[in-house]
């Protein structure tokens, strides 16, 4: 009789470390509903998808061309990314953001994200995050052990973030090393930090030496009542800008974000270590989508143009929904930039015990389940699970299609009327808004 060899199997120790990755770490709150609404959708449901913020308009055709032309570009590029494509988004983001920024500033990377990370990577420091942010900061640092603050905030108040705040937890640390990650507009409040703000968190942070890490990929989804600012005006020498293609060209697939670093020693020391973490991370970024990233960055009147009109109807759709969620009693701070508000539902808390609900997640899980619509829990974004608040997000509805998002454009180009737009061409938005309504008139009955 042959005898099967005895396969040598791994140590059980590497699932133990596996197993205790796992136990710290869950899916991405994100990722995780659209997964969970595609599913549904597939299996035939009805789903009204306000928990996932893609941009969703089409490629612009100049930038669709430049990809498919140089498709050919198959070989390794530069892992700070593409000279070409460095000088050009140098060039573009000096122009967006007011300020002079210099080729060798930029690095560019597959995604903001993979960016944010190696820059922690990079840095032995502790991580302070505002309440609420994105959910995928904490994640990263926890991920290499980096200690994580979350900065309290209220509810009631609109979640602002005070130097008060950011003191007192700054405080809780030993380590003299120190990031605070920013994000405005944020997501998931949608809310920009005002100038004069701005400028009290630059003398705070200068005072104090903190690095600043500025999130501000969704910087040119501006509404029309808000100009964006950014942190780097106020404080050069001490904040490093992310940003991306993905929110305002809606590219979130093509995976390219660039970091813009300070141009002093320090920020030179930074992009030195970022190149060899980057080397051996990613070797570089897909080579067509950076030679279509010049076109992105280079200034075309009509591209500007394209980034602007779709702001504003990003804009539109997101105040509609702001609007009716007020107008219906609902607490939620008005969003200045971006596609999200973040409503909360405090106030309703007897009512929605009486159902079992008593935390966000809860809440979530109910809308869905009774009334189809998707939301992304406050406790994603690091608050509390007892205060019932949502993210909602107006980017996917009634553009689930790039043929229905060249009938909304086609329609904001013949009647940028934004009641218009919304009364004759987002049905299922306003199907969510009704189904939003009478969930809280049945609260209240």
Known sequence: ???????????????????????????????????????????????????????????????????????DKKSYLASLGLLELRAAAANFYARKLGMPIQRDQVIIGPGSKP?????????????????????????????????????????????????????ATMRQSANPSKILLLNSPNNPTGQMFEPTFLGQLADYCRTHGVMVLSDEIYSLVPHGHRDHRSMARFYPEGTVVLGGLSKHLSLGGWRLGTAILPDTDEGKALMRALRVIAGELWSSPTGPVQYAGIIAYNDEDDIDAYIDECAQIHAIRTQYIWQQLVDAGVFCAQPDGGFYCFPTFNQWQEPLAKLGITTSPQLANYLLDTYQISSLPGTAFGVDETELSLRLASSYLDMETDAKAEVILAAYRANPDPAALMAEHHPNTREAVRRLGEFMENLQK
Do not use: C
Request: proline share 11%; hydrophobic share 40%.
């Open 115 to 167: 960016l944010y990370f190696i820059i922690q990577l990079a840095l032995e420091a502790d991580l302070f995050l505002p309440t609420p942010s994105w959910v995928s900061y904490g994640p990263q640092a926890r991920l290499i052990d980096k200690p994580v603050y979350q900065i309290p905030s209220r509810a009631d108040d609109g979640y602002p973030l005070t130097i008060d705040a950011i003191d």
């Open 1 to 71: 009789m042959t005898m099967t060899p005895t396969p040598n199997l791994p140590s059980p120790h590497l699932f133990a470390l596996a197993g205790a990755v796992r136990n710290r770490m869950a899916p991405s709150p994100t990722l995780y509903i659209n997964e969970r609404v595609n599913d549904l959708w597939a299996a035939g449901e009805t789903v009204y998808h306000l928990g996932f913020g893609e941009s969703r308009f089409p490629v612009h055709p100049k930038i669709w061309s430049a990809l498919r032309d140089n498709a």
